[in-house]
Protein backbone atom coordinates (compact mmCIF):
# COMPACT_ATOMS: atom_id res chain seq x y z
CA UNK A 1 0.00 0.00 0.00
CA UNK A 2 1.40 3.59 -1.16
CA UNK A 3 0.29 7.05 -0.73
CA UNK A 4 1.83 9.86 -2.67
CA UNK A 5 0.95 13.45 -1.78
CA UNK A 6 0.56 16.46 -3.40
CA UNK A 7 -0.49 19.83 -3.98
CA UNK A 8 1.64 21.39 -1.56
CA UNK A 9 3.79 25.33 -2.35
CA UNK A 10 4.06 28.73 -0.74
CA UNK A 11 1.02 30.68 0.05
CA UNK A 12 0.22 34.32 1.83
CA UNK A 13 -2.09 34.29 4.61
CA UNK A 14 -5.30 34.34 3.58
CA UNK A 15 -4.88 32.26 0.71
CA UNK A 16 -6.05 28.78 -0.44
CA UNK A 17 -4.08 25.44 -1.57
CA UNK A 18 -5.89 21.93 -2.57
CA UNK A 19 -3.50 19.10 -1.04
CA UNK A 20 -3.89 15.77 -2.68
CA UNK A 21 -3.27 12.10 -1.83
CA UNK A 22 -3.13 8.80 -3.93
CA UNK A 23 -3.36 5.63 -2.79
CA UNK A 24 -2.28 2.30 -4.87
CA UNK A 25 -1.56 -1.39 -3.76
CA UNK A 26 -4.85 -1.79 -2.42
CA UNK A 27 -8.84 -1.03 -2.67
CA UNK A 28 -9.49 2.27 -2.00
CA UNK A 29 -12.51 2.17 -0.50
CA UNK A 30 -11.25 -0.05 2.32
CA UNK A 31 -9.90 2.74 4.29
CA UNK A 32 -10.61 5.37 5.85
CA UNK A 33 -8.27 8.41 5.24
CA UNK A 34 -6.59 10.98 7.40
CA UNK A 35 -4.34 14.12 6.83
CA UNK A 36 -2.20 15.10 9.24
CA UNK A 37 0.85 18.07 9.88
CA UNK A 38 3.63 18.69 11.72
CA UNK A 39 5.75 21.79 11.68
CA UNK A 40 9.08 22.23 12.77
CA UNK A 41 10.10 21.08 15.98
CA UNK A 42 6.20 19.94 16.90
CA UNK A 43 4.47 16.89 17.02
CA UNK A 44 2.77 15.15 14.73
CA UNK A 45 -0.74 16.69 14.86
CA UNK A 46 -4.61 15.39 13.47
CA UNK A 47 -5.38 18.14 10.67
CA UNK A 48 -8.56 16.20 9.12
CA UNK A 49 -10.28 12.27 8.08
CA UNK A 50 -12.77 11.22 6.74
CA UNK A 51 -14.18 7.29 6.63
CA UNK A 52 -14.96 5.09 4.06
CA UNK A 53 -18.70 6.58 3.78
CA UNK A 54 -17.45 10.31 3.83
CA UNK A 55 -18.18 10.76 7.32
CA UNK A 56 -15.72 13.48 7.92
CA UNK A 57 -13.68 15.26 11.19
CA UNK A 58 -11.82 17.84 11.71
CA UNK A 59 -9.07 19.20 14.16
CA UNK A 60 -10.74 22.65 16.29
CA UNK A 61 -7.99 24.80 14.52
CA UNK A 62 -9.16 23.70 10.83
CA UNK A 63 -12.64 23.28 11.56
CA UNK A 64 -14.29 25.60 8.89
CA UNK A 65 -11.30 26.71 6.92
CA UNK A 66 -10.33 23.03 5.71
CA UNK A 67 -12.35 20.55 3.97
CA UNK A 68 -11.19 16.84 3.39
CA UNK A 69 -12.95 14.63 0.82
CA UNK A 70 -12.42 11.64 -0.96
CA UNK A 71 -12.87 10.54 -5.19
CA UNK A 72 -13.32 6.28 -5.19
CA UNK A 73 -12.07 6.30 -8.93
CA UNK A 74 -9.15 8.09 -8.88
CA UNK A 75 -8.77 6.66 -5.38
CA UNK A 76 -7.53 10.20 -4.30
CA UNK A 77 -8.41 12.15 -0.85
CA UNK A 78 -8.45 15.79 -0.99
CA UNK A 79 -7.49 18.60 1.54
CA UNK A 80 -9.04 21.62 0.18
CA UNK A 81 -7.44 24.44 2.72
CA UNK A 82 -8.90 27.79 2.78
CA UNK A 83 -8.01 31.15 4.81
CA UNK A 84 -4.76 30.31 5.37
CA UNK A 85 -2.66 31.27 8.52
CA UNK A 86 1.17 31.42 8.93
CA UNK A 87 0.45 28.76 11.70
CA UNK A 88 -0.85 26.62 9.24
CA UNK A 89 2.86 26.05 8.12
CA UNK A 90 4.09 22.39 7.85
CA UNK A 91 4.74 19.07 6.43
CA UNK A 92 1.15 17.82 5.05
CA UNK A 93 1.33 13.55 5.18
CA UNK A 94 -1.63 11.64 4.42
CA UNK A 95 -2.44 8.16 5.89
CA UNK A 96 -4.57 5.33 5.24
CA UNK A 97 -6.38 2.38 7.61
CA UNK A 98 -9.58 0.29 7.76
CA UNK A 99 -10.95 1.54 11.25
CA UNK A 100 -11.59 5.68 11.77
CA UNK A 101 -10.87 5.37 15.22
CA UNK A 102 -7.16 4.77 14.53
CA UNK A 103 -6.93 7.39 12.20
CA UNK A 104 -8.53 9.72 15.06
CA UNK A 105 -6.96 8.35 18.35
CA UNK A 106 -3.97 6.14 17.50
CA UNK A 107 -2.08 7.16 14.58
CA UNK A 108 1.21 5.87 15.57
CA UNK A 109 0.66 2.76 13.83
CA UNK A 110 -1.35 3.59 11.02
CA UNK A 111 -1.77 0.96 7.76
CA UNK A 112 0.12 3.10 5.41
CA UNK A 113 1.35 6.80 5.46
CA UNK A 114 2.95 9.18 2.56
CA UNK A 115 6.06 10.67 2.36
CA UNK A 116 4.60 14.27 2.47
CA UNK A 117 4.09 17.75 0.93
CA UNK A 118 5.24 20.56 2.50
CA UNK A 119 3.00 23.92 2.61
CA UNK A 120 4.28 27.27 3.40
CA UNK A 121 1.97 30.03 4.07
CA UNK A 122 3.85 33.96 4.39
CA UNK A 123 1.90 36.69 6.34
Known amino acids: LQLVESGGGLVQAGGSLRLSCQLSGGTFNYYSMGWYRQAPGKAREFVAA???????HYSDSVKGRFTISRENAPKTVYLQMNRLKPEDTAVYLCAADSAIRSLLANYDSLEAWGQGTLVTVSS
Open 50 to 56: IDQISAT
